[in-house]
């Protein structure tokens, strides 16, 4: 099994929409403007520290994610995946949690899509799902596969935005959040009330802090223009904030030059 590499401290990148009426409260640096948009670094400013925290969460209600997670790209993703299976980095976290022995716990899937996590962990021994998203496409493709799977009535199906929802929703054994905390405003409090839900293991994707990604993210923020952002978080802020839930790292991989993929585990 991959060896766990102490996260670096990264100076991270995110980019907030400005089309949302966030207000923003971190420390705003030199690279941002008061509305925490991205802009060219001014010369002979000292380094810029650009971590954006939005703490109006309006973008992000469950008709925002519904309306770019719509029924053409659940329709899309369940396609591939039966096509294909996972992605590579989905793939990589069911592998590391399942090297964990899933049979007999149960998983709570925050922001699964199509629910490809659960529809593995399913078929490896885990007893029960809880399944949150904000997108009711993707949990209408993830009930139809489970269905087909003949898993259908291990599943409940909760549409909403688990950072608003967090406390009517049962612990978990396993908790996961693949491609999520990336795509969400108030990534710590998402952060933060997911991993206090998990009781042994939490899994999580997202993306790596390079310059590469960073000007991915770039382009297709601009590309897309949609409700929903995408940002970068910096490793060694998700790293400190799992551990302040009580979390321990275990494993952590990057796949390809895009996704880190990590789980950690609850100290005893
Ligand atoms: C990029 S997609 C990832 C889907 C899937 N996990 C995958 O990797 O293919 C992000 C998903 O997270 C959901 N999501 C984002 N923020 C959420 C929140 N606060 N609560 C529930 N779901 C959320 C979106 O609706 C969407 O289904």
Redesign the pocket.
């Known amino acids: 099994m991959p060896r766990w590499v102490p996260a670096q401290l990264k100076r991270s990148a995110t980019l907030s929409s400005s089309a949302t009426r966030s207000t923003i409260s971190n420390q705003m640096s030199a690279c941002e403007t008061s509305r925490g948009e991205w802009t060219r670094r001014p010369q002979r400013q000292p380094r810029c520290s650009p971590t954006i925290v939005l703490k109006d969460?309006m973008a992000?209600t469950?008709s925002a994610?519904?309306s770019?997670?719509n029924e053409k790209r659940a329709a899309s993703?369940l396609r591939k995946y039966r096509e294909k299976g996972p992605?590579r980095?989905?793939g990589a976290l069911i592998q590391a949690l399942k090297a964990e022995d899933v049979a007999g716990a149960t998983l709570l899937?925050?922001?699964?899509?199509?629910?490809?996590?659960q529809h593995e962990l399913l078929a490896a021994g885990v007893t029960s799902v809880t399944s949150?998203?904000?997108?009711a496409p993707?949990l209408d493709g993830a009930r139809e596969e489970s269905e087909r799977r003949g898993y259908g009535d291990r599943v409940t199906y909760v549409h909403?935005?688990?950072?608003?929802?967090a406390d009517s929703i049962p612990a978990a054994d396993i908790v996961?959040?693949?491609?999520?905390v990336?795509?969400?405003p108030?990534w710590e409090r998402?952060l933060r009330l997911s991993a206090e839900r998990a009781r042994r293991l939490y899994g999580v994707?997202y993306p790596r802090d390079t310059p590469f990604v960073r000007v991915s993210i770039l382009a297709l923020n601009l590309a897309l223009r949609g409700p929903?952002r995408?940002a970068i978080h910096p490793d060694a802020a998700i790293e400190q904030m799992l551990r302040e839930s009580g979390l321990t790292p275990h494993f952590s991989r990057s796949v390809g030059p895009v996704w880190q993929v990590a789980v950690y585990r609850r100290r005893v």
């Open positions: 969460v992000a469950p994610f519904g770019f997670y993703d992605n980095w989905t899937d925050i922001g699964g899509g199509i629910g490809a996590i949150v998203d904000a997108s993707y909403g935005d688990f950072a608003r929802i996961t959040l693949d491609r999520v990336n795509v969400y108030d998402l994707v929903v995408a």
